[in-house]
């Protein structure tokens, strides 16, 4: 079983920056493949950013030059720097281990918005 906090969200205004952290306890973090997720009102919940334990990335096509996922296995936690951002990143933003073990934090809110 694999604990994630997720932290960071809020308000900002397009154009700015977030970075959002996840911070994870109770298995082998660095064993972990991890992402991050979002989920709009009204829409289905969405990959932004994956990240392997060799620190392969992978992204969504929309946030392709604009965030970056990291991990440091140090301190079981991993990132997602949010740069550019426009209204149509504003969501409930997860942090998941996806394998091998599956477990999902409870979210962080990003709202981008003048």
């Known amino acids: 079983q694999v604990q994630l906090v997720e932290s960071g969200g809020g308000l900002v205004q397009p154009g700015g920056s977030l970075r959002l952290s996840c911070a994870a306890s109770?298995?082998?973090?660095?064993?972990?493949?991890m992402g991050w997720y979002r989920q709009a009102p009204g829409k289905q919940r969405e990959l932004v950013a994956a990240i392997t334990v060799t620190g392969n990335t992978n992204y969504a096509d929309s946030v392709k030059g604009r965030f970056a996922i990291s991990r440091d296995n140090g301190k079981n936690t991993v990132y997602l720097q949010m740069n550019s951002l426009k209204p149509e990143d504003t969501a409930v933003y997860y942090c998941?281990?996806?394998?091998?073990?599956?477990?999902w934090g409870q979210g962080t809110q990003v709202t981008v918005s003048s």
């Open positions: 109770g298995s082998a973090f660095s064993r972990n493949r």
């Open positions: 998941r281990s996806i394998y091998p073990v599956d477990s």
